[in-house]
């Protein structure tokens, strides 16, 4: 699977933006997907996270009420509608599948190791 990520950009706090992530292959219907974001000299923090199916989401504290996850299974998309953005929202944003079913999504989607492909990340910057 290889994922390619992508709508990042400059906007001001208070701004929107859509990220985007395309999958290529098959059974990217079969899989999890998620967002994670690091910034510089800081550790890699899930962001959100969204079953195979897109029924189930899941959200950090830090973007719930302000971030939305969505998938498009016919398009092999997932998608993060960003809201009210903040400063401290600047990142480089990542999106990942997730592909083992031995544990519900529900108790490992926020887990780095979880995910077993990764994008190549699309920058997101929140002017103040």
């Known amino acids: 699977v290889q994922l390619q990520a992508s709508g990042g950009g400059l906007v001001q706090a208070g701004g929107s933006l859509r990220l985007s992530c395309a999958a290529s292959?098959?059974?990217?219907?079969?899989?999890?997907m998620g967002w994670f974001r690091q910034s510089p000299g800081k550790e890699r923090d899930s962001v959100a996270a969204?079953?195979?199916?897109?029924?189930?989401?899941y959200y950090a504290d830090s973007v719930k009420g302000r971030f939305t996850i969505s998938r498009d299974n016919a398009k092999n998309t997932v998608y993060l509608q960003m809201k009210s953005l903040k400063p401290e929202d600047t990142a480089v944003y990542y999106c990942?599948?997730?592909?083992?079913?031995?544990?519900?999504?529900?108790?490992?989607?926020?887990?780095?190791?979880?995910?077993?492909?990764w994008g190549q990340g699309t920058l997101v910057t929140v002017s103040s």
């Open positions: 990942a599948a997730l592909t083992r079913r031995d544990a519900p999504v529900s108790t490992i989607w926020d887990q780095p190791p979880s995910y077993d492909y």
């Open positions: 969204i079953s195979w199916s897109g029924d189930s989401t």
């Open positions: 292959g098959r059974t990217f219907s079969r899989y999890a």
